[in-house]
T-cell receptor, first 114, second 115 residues
Framework: AQSVTQLDSHVSVSEGTPVLLRCNYSSSYSPSLFWYVQHPNKGLQLLLKYTSAATLVKGINGFEAEFKKSETSFHLTKPSAHMSDAAEYFCVVSPRGGSYIPTFGRGTSLIVHP | KAGVTQTPRYLIKTRGQQVTLSCSPISGHRSVSWYQQTPGQGLQFLFEYFSETQRNKGNFPGRFSGRQFSNSRSEMNVSTLELGDSALYLC??????????????FGPGTRLTVL
C-alpha cells in the first residue's frame, strides 16, 4: 500500500521570498518520487524526480527537493518565488514493485503575491 | 517533438450517453495512462496501456474502458454517463510505463461535463 500527503492545501508567499511545499509519503516498496506542476487549464509538467540516486534533486525553474527516508518526506523548495510560479503542485509516489501504479497527492495551490 | 495531444478539449454530454476520448502520445512512447481529475477526489489513475495491452487498472467501474492501437494512440470510453463523471480527463505518455522510474508527459486534458 502507498499514500501521499501534501500537508498544505494552499501556500501563500510574496514574490522574492522562499517557497516550501511539504509532502510525506508511505510505500511498501522503495519508491520513485516526483513533483509535477499544473498551471490553469494545462496538463501536468514534471518539475523533478527522485529515483534513488542523489537525495537532493534539482529540477526546472529553480526548484529542488530533498528525499529524507527517515522522515518519509520529499519537500519541494525554491529560494525565491516568482509570479509565474503560481500554480497547483502535485507530489507523486510510484512504487518500484507491486502494481507500479502511481499515487498523486491532493495538490498544493501556490499563491504568489506581488 | 510534438507533445501529448488530446481531443476533444471540451465535451458536453447528458446522463446515459457514452463518450470516447482520444489521446496521441509523444512519438516513440509506448505507454499511455489515463487519469480522472475532480475537485473532490483529486487525480485518480484509471488505467495504463502498453503495446496495445492494458497493463494496470485503477479502481473504477467497468463503464470506463480503453484501448490502444498499434501506433500507440489510445482511446478511452465511458458508457452510461453519470453526473459524477464530470471531470478533467488527462492522458499521459511515457517511454516504458506509468511507474518504475519513468516520468510521464501529460496532455492538456479533455474537460467532460455531464448534464
Amino acid at each position: 500500500a502507498q499514500s501521499v500527503t501534501q500537508l498544505d492545501s494552499h501556500v501563500s508567499v510574496s514574490e522574492g521570498t522562499p517557497v516550501l511545499l511539504r509532502c510525506n509519503y508511505s510505500s511498501s516498496y522503495s519508491p520513485s518520487l516526483f513533483w509535477y506542476v499544473q498551471h490553469p487549464n494545462k496538463g501536468l509538467q514534471l518539475l523533478l524526480k527522485y529515483t534513488s540516486a542523489a537525495t537532493l534533486v534539482k529540477g526546472i525553474n529553480g526548484f529542488e527537493a530533498e528525499f529524507k527516508k527517515s522522515e518519509t518526506s520529499f519537500h519541494l523548495t525554491k529560494p525565491s518565488a516568482h509570479m509565474s510560479d503560481a500554480a497547483e503542485y502535485f507530489c507523486v509516489v510510484s512504487p518500484r514493485g507491486g502494481s507500479y501504479i502511481p499515487t498523486f497527492g491532493r495538490g498544493t495551490s501556490l499563491i504568489v503575491h506581488p | 517533438k510534438a507533445g501529448v495531444t488530446q481531443t476533444p478539449r471540451y465535451l458536453i454530454k447528458t446522463r446515459g450517453q457514452q463518450v470516447t476520448l482520444s489521446c496521441s502520445p509523444i512519438s516513440g512512447h509506448r505507454s499511455v495512462s489515463w487519469y480522472q481529475q475532480t475537485p473532490g477526489q483529486g487525480l485518480q489513475f484509471l488505467f495504463e496501456y502498453f503495446s496495445e495491452t492494458q497493463r494496470n487498472k485503477g479502481n473504477f467501474p467497468g463503464r470506463f474502458s480503453g484501448r490502444q492501437f498499434s501506433n500507440s494512440r489510445s482511446e478511452m470510453n465511458v458508457s452510461t454517463l453519470e453526473l459524477g463523471d464530470s471531470a478533467l480527463y488527462l492522458c499521459a505518455s511515457s517511454l516504458a510505463g506509468a511507474g518504475l522510474y519513468n516520468e510521464q508527459f501529460f496532455g492538456p486534458g479533455t474537460r467532460l461535463t455531464v448534464l
